[in-house]
């Protein structure tokens, strides 16, 4: 199995404060890794570098094969159609439509015509379970479970390899992430994407994860699969699962590969 993403020795500074502290991970293609850890911990900062909005202090990135650290502003570019990230919250634009929401990578990255762009999101909108004429909504008419899939619909339109998000489920109802992991899992199968999830919520890791990270005060404390971390020989980790209160003997994997 080749690895779509690695990290080596990845440091981050801002200023004095060190934020990352020599991370290095596999993400292997096709599968999940999610990274847990508490608040302030470096996760947004992480993911942030590997979808080259933010360059590491020292380290290296590899993107399937590719070193992005030394790459230049033009390049970074390139490497950014790579990925399809799903915000905290969605991020949807308040004062457009879903239609034009979920349009706008194809607006801002293609030249496709208007009509053809109109296909292409009505087509995702459908994969994502949205009915008819929620196109026409604006986000502040949508329950936070249709935001969630209007955001993750935008993700997908440049047709990425890698999907990251950034909690994707905090905010929603126990029932309602479950729906959304679901989706996360649906997604990664259809469409062979190797996932990032940063998550707070322990039984989502559980049911999504294919690598479980625990990331605390920007080191690496823990790695592999979400039952070793529970049951494992890492104290720090079987604690922090613990601490959650999350019964994760009764939460498993979606679907096993
Ligand atoms: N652009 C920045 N400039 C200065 N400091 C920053 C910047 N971005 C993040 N930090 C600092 O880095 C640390 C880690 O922040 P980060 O957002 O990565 O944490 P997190 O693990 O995502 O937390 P949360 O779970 O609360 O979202 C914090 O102390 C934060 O103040
Ligand atoms: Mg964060």
């Known amino acids: 199995?080749?690895?779509?993403?690695?990290?080596?020795?990845?440091?981050?500074?801002?200023?004095?404060?060190?934020?990352?502290?020599?991370?290095?991970?596999?993400?292997?293609?096709?599968?999940?890794?999610?990274?847990?850890?508490?608040?302030?911990?470096?996760?947004?900062?992480?993911?942030?570098?590997?979808?080259?909005?933010?360059?590491?202090?020292?380290?290296?990135?590899?993107?399937?094969?590719?070193?992005?650290?030394?790459?230049?502003?033009?390049?970074?570019?390139?490497?950014?159609?790579?990925?399809?990230?799903?915000?905290?919250?969605?991020?949807?634009?308040?004062?457009s439509t879903v239609l034009e929401n979920v349009a706008f990578p194809l607006v801002e990255h293609t030249k496709l015509s208007k009509k053809e762009i109109r296909d292409r999101v009505l087509e995702k909108l459908k994969i994502l379970g949205l009915d008819d004429g929620v196109e026409k909504k604006f986000p502040s008419e949508l329950s936070g479970g249709m935001r969630k899939r209007v955001g993750l619909a935008r993700a997908l339109m440049l047709e990425p390899k890698i999907l990251v998000y950034d909690e994707p489920t905090s905010g929603l109802d126990p029932l309602t992430s479950r729906l959304v992991d679901d989706?996360?899992?649906?997604?990664?199968?259809?469409?062979?994407?190797?996932?990032?999830?940063?998550?707070?919520?322990?039984?989502?890791?559980?049911?999504i994860a294919h690598q479980a990270i625990l990331l605390i005060r920007g080191k690496v404390v823990a790695i592999g699969p979400p039952d070793e971390l529970a049951?494992?020989?890492?104290?720090?980790?079987?604690?922090?699962?613990?601490?959650?209160?999350?019964?994760?003997?009764?939460?498993?994997?979606?679907?096993?590969?």
Do not use: W
């Not at 049951?231 to 590969?257: C, H, L, Q, Y």
């Open 183 to 207: 989706l996360i899992d649906e997604m990664r199968e259809r469409f062979d994407i190797t996932s990032i999830v940063i998550s707070h919520d322990i039984a989502s890791c559980f049911r």
């Open 1 to 95: 199995m080749t690895d779509t993403i690695v990290l080596k020795d990845v440091r981050k500074d801002f200023g004095d404060q060190q934020v990352i502290k020599g991370v290095s991970f596999a993400a292997a293609n096709g599968e999940t890794t999610v990274i847990i850890g508490g608040s302030g911990a470096g996760k947004t900062t992480l993911l942030r570098m590997i979808v080259a909005l933010e360059k590491p202090t020292s380290g290296q990135i590899l993107i399937d094969n590719e070193d992005i650290v030394p790459l230049k502003p033009d390049q970074l570019n390139r490497i950014r159609t790579k990925f399809g990230m799903v915000y905290q919250y969605a991020a949807l634009l308040d004062s």
């Open 231 to 257: 049951n494992g020989e890492n104290e720090e980790a079987r604690e922090f699962i613990k601490m959650s209160g999350v019964d994760v003997s009764g939460v498993s994997r979606v679907k096993k590969t």
